[in-house]
């Protein structure tokens, strides 16, 4: 691989195809162009493996059947009532449809699945999910133990190894490099060992920087889900979608956001409040705790508001696990018991675990169609034209295969769905673009301006604040002001506030000018993205005046598809909003009409 | 509470040396106070760390003489002032942060990865739960790097043995049902060096995070090579 200099004394390196970000979408994607034989260079800002896919516990869905008949079309109904019906059918079906053929291929890769009786891939319940269209409870969820993520990442990362794909380690993507005629070629990112820029040139550039949950305070996110590949869109003057949609995950460990498994009530676990109450059959009085997510964490919300929350401060309820015994905990359950006893001080196997919603995912991002390209439009006309050479899957784009809220299970079906599918489309795309083009003059002065004013040292006297400071500060307005339960005069002033916020990160003081190795600037670099998400999350929640999914507002607490089935579509330049039309027709089967979400 | 901690940034120090610190621990975890440190104390002081939970394998650093995971390493279990000094034997980048480029190129030596050359049949590859219990204590790995950075015979011979992670990984696939590579593993890891350095010191079980047996893995290919020569 031969370095060149760009004008501008920067080096430049040259790729097929970028992908920015090593998780399980990036992954996928880069197998399928690797074994395809184009060059293909993951860029990662941390070692592929301790990307946040890793962290997935209770594991991807697919109709296998393999404990409980099942058919893709049963999955491709819940995942669309799930999503409130805000999902784009046609992608909900091909992914679907897909399904058993990325998980058995992932099997084949190597993946340690779980296993029935029978040797074939063990399968669990988890929330949403039914037979037959609403029947009875469905066990689709394919599992390695409760460390699916771990066992996917790691086969994804081992069979790149054998492909031969290109990593960038420890690098940070800052921007994307457009030309004229809108084009994407590439991105300048730092090299986080030395500091100095580089420019990867690539004729097709795949986002897969994951999710942004760390723009809530209590998170069951890693510290690195901060939003990058949604900040380099909106710089880019492209929108975010949905963005108003935060999943917010029912068992986070209390008081520190430590993911607790849906797969957990799967195997039989229960939510009780302060008086031992199974509460769930209230609100959901046919599915109980294996209700959706938005259902299950807003129930728990009401119990604590009401009065029946457990503990001294009466802030949380109880997961209890302790009929399970500890054969089976031990076997299914084992990483989360290890997390129980370390954070919560507690083993499941004897005491409830403390609990509460926390954030956990982000079903907006990047806009794009079900072959991962990036697609906008003009505002009234088509919002399906692609932006050349752009491409963007997993967590941070927006099928949307999961709409207001999305089923546990099929993030990691996402992921492997929709990284093959990405890749399958950049090879035609790079048949038909054979050759780089040029690169625009000054390809990197934006980045470069952006870091000199976070270089510069703050003006005598102006006290410039922390990244880190400034983001617990970002965090906990968030989660004040743009929560489980939204209300209009919160969410004004939280904007207002969030204006104010701004001002204060323009004048942020990194304290670390260091070249090698500066981890305060790449906060600050992270901050930059997490508050753009967190503006596109708060101006698009503002705008909806209805309650569809995650996105509940007091004010308007009913579903309004005469209004609102439609995405929502963010813009940086002056908080601009536009609208686009779900698309209801499913590629070869009936459409599900939106109708009442009961459980 | 009190802490030494190794600093050493290459653009301004020729030495490194021990600083410091004292901070009211932030939240129960050490991550949380180093967290602490450098958002309220210091922002230069340097580390990784993503997850917080202990899956990732970020934040692997030498903690009171013993290699372990911040972000679930009880800051109440620890002995002041709590001495943090980065993975030993590696080359250091910056203060708690190490340069893992040959701990990285040793895993991928050890081809870490499913090869079966049997045609893929229209469904999963069958694997009984026996078999697949053979790979647990293997598959766990998160590649902190503690262990094989804990191995006295790693830090004597760092560029010939391989160390108790690449081996662990190893063993992971020549112990799985669906593998029909092993031969050619075993051919590869036949090496005075490569392998047999390993002499059963164990610190590598002793500090690991996810409390998995590298030594007992080593063992399994020992003895594996022995059974194949007679």
Do not use: W
């Given at each position: 691989m031969s370095a060149s200099e760009s004008p501008g004394n920067i080096p430049v390196r040259r790729f097929d195809t970028l992908v920015v970000g090593a998780g399980g979408a990036g992954l996928r994607a880069a197998l399928e162009l690797s074994r395809a034989e184009a060059s293909t260079a993951v860029l990662s800002k941390v070692f592929p493996t301790r990307s946040h896919t890793v962290a997935a516990q209770g594991g991807i869905n697919a109709a296998l059947g393999n404990v409980a008949d099942d058919r893709w079309i049963w999955h491709m109904y819940d995942t669309i009532k799930g999503s409130d019906y805000l999902a784009d059918q046609d992608a909900v079906e091909y992914m679907c449809r897909a399904a058993r053929r990325l998980v058995v291929e992932l099997e084949h890769?190597?993946?340690?699945?779980?296993?029935?009786?029978?040797?074939?891939?063990?399968?669990?319940?988890?929330?949403?999910?039914?037979?037959?269209?609403?029947?009875?409870?469905?066990?689709?969820?394919?599992?390695?133990?409760?460390?699916?993520?771990?066992?996917?990442?790691?086969?994804?990362?081992?069979?790149?190894?054998?492909?031969?794909?290109?990593?960038?380690?420890?690098?940070?993507?800052?921007?994307l490099i457009r030309d004229d005629e809108g084009c994407v070629l590439g991105a300048v990112a730092m090299a986080m060992a030395t500091g100095e820029l580089v420019i990867i040139q690539a004729k097709a550039t795949l986002i897969a920087t994951g999710g942004a949950g760390r723009v809530y305070r209590t998170s069951t996110n890693a510290h690195i889900n901060t939003g990058d590949g949604l900040g380099l869109v909106l710089r880019a003057g492209l929108p975010a979608q949905d963005m108003e949609f935060f999943q917010f995950h029912p068992t986070g460990i209390a008081g520190h956001g430590l993911l607790i498994t849906e797969g957990a009530r799967g195997e039989g676990g229960y939510l009780v409040n302060a008086n031992g109450e199974r509460f769930m059959e209230r609100y959901a009085p046919h599915a109980r705790d294996l209700a959706s997510r938005d259902v299950v964490s807003r129930a728990m919300v009401t119990e604590v508001r009401e009065g029946r929350g457990c503990g001294p401060d009466g802030d949380h309820v109880l997961l209890r696990l302790d009929h399970l015994g500890e054969a089976l905990i031990s076997q299914r359950l084992p990483g989360i018991r290890e997390s129980a006893r370390r954070f919560a001080k507690v083993d499941p196997v004897v005491a409830p675990i403390p609990v509460f919603p926390t954030s956990h995912y982000t079903m907006g991002g990047i806009p794009t169609n079900r072959f991962g390209e990036v697609?906008?439009?003009?505002?009234?006309?088509?919002?399906?034209?692609?932006?050349?050479?752009?491409?963007?899957?997993?967590?941070?784009?927006?099928?949307?295969?999961?709409?207001?809220?999305?089923?546990?299970?099929?993030?990691?079906?996402?992921?492997?769905?929709?990284?093959?599918?990405?890749?399958?489309?950049?090879?035609?795309?790079?048949?038909?673009?054979?050759?780089?083009?040029?690169?625009?003059?000054?390809?990197?002065?934006?980045?470069?301006?952006?870091?000199?004013?976070?270089?510069?040292?703050?003006?005598?006297?102006?006290?410039?604040?922390?990244?880190?400071?400034?983001?617990?500060?970002?965090?906990?307005?968030m989660e004040t002001h743009f929560g489980v339960f939204r209300e209009p005069e919160s969410m004004a002033a939280g904007i207002e506030r969030l204006e104010e916020l701004g001002e204060r990160i323009r004048a942020m003081d990194m304290g670390d000018r260091g070249a090698v190795f500066n981890t305060a600037r790449v906060e600050a670099l992270e901050l930059q993205n997490l508050y753009q998400v967190g503006l596109a999350a708060a101006h698009s929640a503002r705008a909806r005046t209805e309650s569809r999914g995650a996105h509940v507002r007091r004010d308007h607490p009913e579903r309004d598809d005469a209004h609102w089935l439609k995405h929502s579509l963010y813009y940086l330049d002056h908080h601009r909003l536009a609208y686009k039309p779900v698309r209801m027709q499913p590629l070869t089967v009936d459409a599900f009409p939106p109708k009442e979400r009961v459980y | 509470m009190r802490l030494r901690i190794y600093r050493y940034d290459p653009e301004h120090d020729r030495e490194p040396y021990l600083q410091?610190?004292?901070?009211?621990?932030?939240?129960?975890?050490?991550?949380?106070?180093?967290?602490?440190?450098?958002?309220?104390?210091?922002?230069?002081?340097?580390?990784?760390?993503?997850?917080?939970?202990?899956?990732?394998?970020?934040?692997?650093?030498?903690?009171?003489?013993?290699?372990?995971?911040?972000?679930?390493?009880?800051?109440?279990?620890?002995?002041?002032?709590?001495?943090?000094?980065?993975?030993?034997?590696?080359?250091?980048?910056?203060?708690?942060?190490?340069?893992?480029?040959?701990?990285?190129?040793?895993?991928?030596?050890?081809?870490?990865?499913?090869?079966?050359?049997?045609?893929?049949?229209?469904?999963?590859?069958?694997?009984?739960?026996?078999?697949?219990?053979e790979l647990d204590g293997l598959y766990e790995c998160i590649l902190c790097a503690c262990c094989s950075t804990a191995c006295p015979s790693y830090w004597w011979n760092p560029d010939r043995f391989l160390g108790p992670a690449a081996l662990l990984q190893a063993y992971r696939f020549i112990n799985d049902s669906r593998d029909t590579a092993e031969g050619e593993r075993l051919d590869q890891l036949d090496d005075a060096f490569k392998l047999f350095r390993c002499r059963t010191i164990m610190n590598c079980a002793e500090v690991c995070p996810k409390g998995l047996n590298p030594t007992a893995a080593?063992?399994?290919?020992?003895?594996?090579?022995?059974?194949?020569?007679?």
């Open positions: 890769e190597g993946v340690p699945f779980s296993r029935t009786e029978e040797g074939y891939v063990y399968q669990r319940p988890f929330g949403g999910q039914s037979r037959e269209f609403g029947g009875d409870q469905a066990a689709r969820t394919c599992a390695a133990a409760d460390r699916t993520g771990h066992a996917i990442l790691h086969t994804l990362y081992q069979q790149n190894v054998r492909a031969g794909t290109y990593f960038f380690d420890e690098y940070l993507a800052l921007d697609v906008v439009g003009p505002d009234g006309a088509d919002h399906d034209e692609a932006v050349p050479g752009l491409y963007a899957i997993g967590e941070c784009a927006c099928v949307s295969v999961h709409g207001a809220n999305r089923l546990g299970g099929n993030s990691l079906l996402d992921i492997v769905v929709f990284g093959r599918a990405a890749g399958n489309r950049i090879q035609d795309f790079l048949a038909r673009n054979r050759y780089h083009r040029p690169l625009p003059e000054g390809a990197a002065e934006a980045t470069r301006a952006r870091l000199a004013e976070l270089e510069a040292p703050p003006a005598a006297g102006s006290g410039g604040e922390s990244p880190g400071r400034l983001r617990r500060e970002l965090q906990t307005l | 410091d610190f004292e901070l009211a621990p932030p939240g129960p975890m050490l991550l949380d106070v180093l967290e602490g440190l450098k958002e309220e104390v210091d922002p230069t002081l340097t580390f990784r760390r993503s997850c917080r939970e202990g899956v990732c394998g970020s934040d692997g650093m030498n903690i009171n003489g013993r290699n372990g995971l911040a972000c679930i390493t009880p800051v109440e279990e620890l002995r002041e002032p709590v001495t943090l000094r980065p993975l030993p034997g590696q080359p250091v980048v910056k203060d708690l942060v190490v340069d893992l480029t040959r701990f990285y190129e040793q895993y991928r030596s050890v081809q870490p990865y499913l090869q079966n050359d049997e045609p893929r049949p229209e469904h999963e590859r069958l694997q009984s739960p026996a078999e697949r219990a080593i063992g399994e290919i020992k003895k594996a090579l022995f059974k194949r020569q007679t």
